[in-house]
């Protein structure tokens, strides 16, 4: 092998070794289901570039999922099955409800 070639496989195996693997970074996927007029859980945390996976599980039953706070995102439109998944890249805290329940609220902190 070639000097150059050697040393970024060194490279690459410090790295993970001192990290974990690359892929793990910030790259973790977590859910939040829509079931029983209720977002479970109700407040999440995640790593920044997280994706948010929300999963629409009260069968007939329509909800939305709507960014209600100062820190804003994609919201998602009415609907009673299925799964949408957002990236949250910037840390801080993402409140959102649904607009078709009162009282149905939840809040992501992204860190």
Do not use: E, Q
């Not at 970074?25 to 079931?35: F, I």
């Not at 820190?71 to 890249?89: E, L, M, P, Q």
């Amino acid at each position: 092998m070639h000097r150059r070639s050697l040393t970024l496989l060194a490279l690459c195996a410090i790295s993970v070794t001192a990290f974990g693997p690359i892929a793990a970074w910030g790259a973790g996927a977590k859910s939040v289901t829509l079931k029983r007029i209720a977002f479970s859980p109700g407040n999440l945390a995640v790593s920044r570039w997280t994706t948010v996976t929300f999963r629409f599980r009260d069968g007939t039953t329509a909800h939305n999922v709507t960014s209600t706070g100062s820190r804003r995102f994609k919201s998602i439109a009415d609907r009673s099955t299925g799964s949408v998944g957002r990236k949250f890249a910037r840390a801080g805290v993402y409140r959102y409800a649904c607009t078709l329940h009162p009282g149905m609220t939840g809040k992501l902190t992204v860190r």
